[in-house]
């Protein structure tokens, strides 16, 4: 089992930046790839951005340019530095996992909440 604790959600006005982490707990071997999430209020979850253990990003491009994700190995983290936020960026992120030992299996975290509002 892995576990996933997200922190760094808040409120915080358009234009301005937030960073959020995500720290990888349990039995974390062969975690190839992690990644977040978002779900707006009345929207389906979406991909933002992720990473794979060799470090090869992937962006959304509703947020390309403003977020960039990055990893700590020794850590077991990765981060989500958001700048330039918008209004629409508004929702929960969710932090998630992919581990492959034979089959793939996913894990999410629990979320945090992300607020763009003056």
């Known amino acids: 089992q892995v576990q996933l604790a997200e922190s760094g959600g808040g409120l915080v006005q358009p234009g301005g930046s937030l960073r959020l982490s995500c720290a990888a707990s349990g039995s974390i071997l062969s975690i190839n790839r992690m990644g977040w999430y978002r779900q707006a209020p009345g929207k389906q979850r979406e991909l933002v951005a992720d990473i794979t253990s060799g470090g090869t990003t992937n962006v959304a491009d509703s947020v390309k340019g403003r977020f960039t994700i990055s990893r700590d190995n020794a850590k077991n983290t990765i981060y989500l530095q958001m700048n330039s936020v918008k209004p629409e960026d508004t929702a929960v992120y969710y932090c998630?996992?992919?581990?492959?030992?034979?089959?793939?299996?996913?894990?999410w975290g629990k979320g945090t909440l992300v607020t763009v509002s003056s």
């Open positions: 998630h996992a992919v581990q492959v030992l034979g089959t793939a299996t996913s894990y």
